[in-house]
């Protein structure tokens, strides 16, 4: 890269913090830029009771950087875009009785466009994140996304609906690099928060036992039924306080036993009810998807490995387009188990992301 201006997101962790001292030490203008999206209840101030990303001391933490190695620093305040764009939308699916994959919808909703426009009024061309992922480039130089060369880091999942003018400025300074060859980095470098752990947990929501289910009832009104748990024969074998408490695949904290291993095979909203079934039921071979977006210069029909979740390795299948705008059809080489409503199915092509869409419904396996 040739010697410029750049926005750099950092959310005050160890990450956004080592990209932006590379960014500075190859001798660029980097201005770091924080994200304030969400304030935390006093009970979560504790360690280790709310995730990383967009905690005060987090913001506290990318300043601190900024002016150790530096350069300058703005906290830009999208609390109420985040709620809009995010929670919202975070707390009607599991209402609706889906398993919602927020920071795919942060990434593009909130964060990215959010970056874009105050590197534009920066007059900042680049912007760079602590995304593990990478940007390749076609013979005509078409941008393309591609996975992060840690396995156990890569974040191409949250970023498939990036679009090409995106691509064309985003800058990915962990992409080559691994977690553990970072954290070394921060520590030799003493920034600040170089040890700081990290939290599997949703920012928003928090950690803790029944996190989500308290997050979603305080948010959901009158909303939120109990209904009835039935078994794969159609017996009632008992009753649930609300949809929300279940996914699909999910096998403990079902409130019920029925002397043999049993997993959530389906939640059906519309009747408030929760379906439990064993393994074999979980199978699927297909699935129907919608807010499909492909990356440029892909098309349909492909072939692709699809992940249906983030940690899933993915799985060979087809993809073709469906009859509504927007909609697709993933078939699956083999049954693959627990497509989730609501999570998000990414295409690759080895490394390569293709496109993806979030999964609406599921074809059975016979």
């Known amino acids: 890269m ?7 997101a950092m959310s005050g962790g160890v990450d956004s913090a080592v990209a932006a001292a590379r960014l500075h030490d190859a001798g660029h203008e980097v201005v770091g830029v924080t994200l ?20 005060p001391e987090d913001q506290y933490d990318a300043r601190r950087t900024a002016d150790a190695l530096g350069f300058p620093h703005y906290t830009f305040d999208r609390r109420e875009l985040f709620a809009k764009e995010v929670v919202a939308p975070f707390v009607d699916a599991y209402v609706a009785g ?17 970056l874009f426009a105050i590197a534009d009024r920066l007059g900042a061309r680049a912007i760079a994140t602590g995304h593990y992922a990478r940007i390749g480039r076609d013979a005509d130089g078409t941008p393309f996304l591609l996975a992060g060369r840690d396995d156990k880091k890569d974040q191409s999942y949250f ?7 995106k691509l064309e400025r985003l800058v990915f300074p962990l992409g080559e690099s691994t977690k553990g060859e970072v954290r070394a980095e921060a520590v030799a470098r003493g920034l600040p928060g170089a040890t700081k752990g990290e939290s599997q947990e949703l920012c928003f929501v928090g950690g803790g036992e029944h996190a989500y289910t308290r997050f979603v009832e305080e948010r959901s009104a009158d909303r939120v039924r109990p209904g009835p748990i039935v078994d794969d024969t159609g ?28 997993w959530v095979t389906q939640i059906d909203a519309a009747t408030n009810t929760v379906h439990l079934g064993g393994e074999k039921a979980l199978a699927g071979m297909g699935a129907k998807l919608d807010d499909v977006v492909l990356a440029p210069g892909v098309s349909l029909p492909l072939s692709a490995r699809v992940r249906i ?28 188990a627990a497509l989730t409503p609501g999570q ?17 419904s599921r074809d059975l396996a016979s």
């Open 159 to 165: 970023l498939y609906a990036t679009p090409r003018e």
């Open 235 to 262: 017996r009632v074998v008992g009753e649930h306080a609300g949809v929300h408490r279940f996914t699909v695949g999910q096998r403990k904290g079902l409130g019920v036993a029925l002397g043999r291993p049993i």
């Open 98 to 114: 889906e398993t919602p994959s927020p920071c795919t919808t942060c990434n593009r909703e909130v964060k990215l466009a959010e």
């Open 36 to 55: 304030h999206l969400w304030d935390y209840p006093d009970e979560l101030d504790a360690p280790g009771g709310h995730g990383r990303c967009c905690a």
């Open 344 to 360: 998000i199915a990414v295409f690759y092509d080895g490394d390569r992301v293709l496109g993806g869409g979030r999964l609406r």
């Open 309 to 336: 979740r983030y940690r899933h390795p993915g799985a060979e299948a087809t993809i073709v387009t469906s009859a509504e705008p927007g909609s697709a059809h993933v078939t699956f080489r083999e049954p693959v």
């Open 2 to 8: 040739k010697r410029e201006r750049i926005v750099v």
